[in-house]
């Protein structure tokens, strides 16, 4: 069988699980990097002795200089019961790996990223042909923000504009396609356009030619307004991607599960597609680091299941494979979440929504 047709089987079949079961996402990756307390010279590896700028703090060129720390986590989170796992690629964009003065490197990463996590599924999928595991091509929303100033004096001042995000993000979709993602994630969208720019080169790649992956889009409410960081309400965030006709649309990062329960509701009563959310565990402490346990985060994510909310369920930051294996277990058996048919109407938002019956 061709790589495309292996693609095209896989792709069916994660529609056909996605009817029947709540799929189970994997947990974070970078607190997970954190605990090995990895050196400059870890991030380096053999090939990048001589970089000019430091490396350390760079996860993704892991893919490339210390393979093994990615497949052993991916192979963890696997063995933990998740159903996608991500790439380890969430900053591997021209415009994210500028602070390493990595940009040339950036296809290699998305290859290397996209490979890996393609073979720990498949050798997931190998001792367990009864249950297909898929890769999620992880696409973060860079370091910079196409909605918003970086100079307060300066309210029309930009960092980037339009055509540099769209190029980044191109380069990095091409690549994960390569490598063999099953998956587009566009995650932890706190500027919209931004995931506008991601979701038009997809849309592109995929016009020209390119096999068509299903899309998965993921923004955060970064606090208890109820907004993205670009101003929108959750409702009004849909609205603004919902052309795309995603597989999935949802909500992780910044907020834990209690928090976050409000706004995935909202989501969940207008999104007419699959809804996915991966939640942080709890709010970060002092130290930067995350308190809640498995049972606490599990404990909200099976209410979730429960009330009918979610069809896909997973982890951001602070969670670990104990995390996922807790929450597999909190949603195995529980249907999931029946997708709406909404009203026929004009559909319109800014930083609200606007609904012309």
């Known amino acids: ?40 010279e870890d991030f380096r590896g053999e090939r990048f002795t001589e970089h000019a700028s430091s490396l350390r703090g ?9 393979p093994e720390v990615v497949t052993r986590l991916a192979d963890e989170y696997l063995a933990a019961g998740a159903d996608i796992i991500t790439t380890n690629t969430f900053t591997a964009t021209s415009i994210a790996q500028a602070d390493y003065d990595m940009q040339a490197h950036v296809v290699e990463i998305n290859l290397a990223g996209a490979r890996l996590s393609r073979e720990a599924a498949d050798r997931a999928e190998a001792a367990d042909p009864t249950r297909p595991r898929w890769v999620a091509g992880a696409i973060g929303p860079t370091n910079r923000t196409l909605s918003i100033s970086p100079d307060v004096n300066d309210p029309g001042a930009r960092a980037v504009d339009f055509d540099e995000v769209y190029d980044a993000y ?28 991601a979701l038009k080169a997809i849309l592109d790649l995929r016009d020209e030619g390119l096999a068509e992956l299903p899309i998965w889009i993921s923004g955060t409410i970064t606090d208890l307004s109820g907004r993205t960081l670009s101003g929108q309400t959750v409702e009004a965030f849909w609205t603004s991607v919902r052309h ?24 969940a009563a207008v999104a007419d597609t699959l809804v996915g959310a991966h939640p942080n565990a709890g709010l970060p402490n002092e130290f930067g680091g995350y308190d809640e346990g498995p049972a ?10 429960r009330s009918g909310l979610v069809n896909i369920v997973g982890g951001c930051c602070g969670t670990t494979p104990a995390h996922i294996a ?13 997708v709406p048919v909404p009203a026929p109407a004009l559909r319109l938002s800014g930083l609200e929504p606007f609904v012309a019956a």
Request: charged letters at 25%; hydrophobic letters at 50%; glycine letters at 8%.
């Open 58 to 66: 760079d996860t993704d060129l892991l893919c490339l200089t210390a």
């Open 326 to 338: 807790a929450i597999a277990d909190a949603v195995r058996g529980l249907p999931p979440r029946s």
């Open 296 to 305: 606490e985060t599990c404990g909200h994510i099976g209410e979730w299941a």
């Open 244 to 267: 795309a006709e995603p597989f999935a649309v949802g909500l992780n990062c910044a907020l834990g599960a209690e928090l976050m329960r409000p706004y995935l509701a909202e989501l």
């Open 170 to 197: 191109r380069e990095q979709a091409l690549a994960l396609h390569e490598g063999g993602a099953d998956i587009f994630l566009i995650e932890t969208v706190f500027d919209t356009l931004n995931a506008k720019a």
């Open 1 to 40: 069988m061709s790589d495309d047709a292996r693609t095209t089987a896989r792709i069916a079949a994660l529609h056909a699980a996605a009817a029947e079961r709540i799929l189970v996402l994997d947990g974070s990756w970078g607190a997970k990097i954190q605990e090995l307390s990895l050196t400059e």
